[in-house]
T-cell receptor
Framework: NSKVIQTPRYLVKGQGQKAKMRCIPEKGHPVVFWYQQNKNNEFKFLINFQNQEVLQQIDMTEKRFSAECPSNSPCSLEIQSSEAGDSALYLC????????????FGPGTRLTVL | GEKVEQHESTLSVREGDSAVINCTYTDTASSYFPWYKQEAGKSLHFVIDIRSNVDRKQSQRLIVLLDKKAKRFSLHITATQPEDSAIYFCAASMTSGSWQLIFGSGTQLTVMP
């Protein structure tokens, strides 16, 4: 069973508000991923980290999203100005390494933007 | 970029029968193929994976087959049980690059008692 912790489980924001969610990866997992799962079960990769360094992020993430994985603190994903289209399940996953290693997912943060 | 197509959007089987879910991918550089199970209102649960250096892997009632020539992989669930009912997602990733998973669209499996 995955030991990735995500908080909060539910988040409700108005349009234009900031939305912040946190993730604690499994102990010993240096690689962290953030994905967005929409109501149509489509997944979008947002950003990933190895230790504290960003490995890759998509354009959307660069513009309105910010993320970090400081040492000895939870990782976080923040949407600076929420839009209705951001309503989705945000999933954090952690892995021992990249490529051929399992990614274990947390329970997710369900964001609703009114 | 890589695309993963999951062929069955829904699948219904009788308890005890086998269920097969098929996926195809486009990028020959993909080398890692995990499967996840998602029950209603819950997150993704890792069930099994296969790497490109083998063509078959079994874990209890789960079998994964990989055909690199056809760029196709499949999940076989044998002796299905009602608790196998869920959405199953296939995914693919590469050993280089961002390591992100590219997911299929999901298969809603229903196991009828």
């Amino acid at each position: 069973n995955s030991k990735v912790i995500q908080t909060p489980r539910y988040l409700v924001k108005g349009q234009g508000q900031k939305a912040k969610m946190r993730c604690i990866p499994e102990k010993g997992h240096p690689v962290v991923f953030w994905y967005q799962q929409n109501k149509n079960n489509e997944f979008k990769f947002l950003i990933n980290f190895q230790n504290q360094e960003v490995l890759q992020q998509i354009d959307m993430t660069e513009k309105r999203f910010s993320a970090e994985c400081p040492s000895n603190s939870p990782c976080s994903l923040e949407i600076q100005s929420s839009e209705a289209g951001d309503s989705a399940l945000y999933l954090c996953a952690s892995s021992l390494s990249g490529g051929n290693y399992e990614q274990y997912f947390g329970p997710g943060t369900r964001l609703t933007v009114l | 970029g890589e695309k993963v197509e999951q062929h069955e959007s829904t699948l219904s089987v009788r308890e005890g029968d086998s269920a097969v879910i098929n996926c195809t991918y486009t990028d020959t550089a993909s080398s890692y193929f995990p499967w996840y199970k998602q029950e209603a209102g819950k997150s993704l649960h890792f069930v099994i994976d296969i790497r490109s250096n083998v063509d078959r892997k079994q874990s209890q009632r789960l079998i994964v087959l990989l055909d690199k020539k056809a760029k196709r992989f499949s999940l076989h669930i044998t002796a299905t049980q009602p608790e196998d009912s869920a959405i199953y997602f296939c995914a693919a990733s590469m050993t280089s690059g961002s390591w992100q998973l590219i997911f299929g669209s999901g298969t809603q499996l229903t196991v009828m008692p």
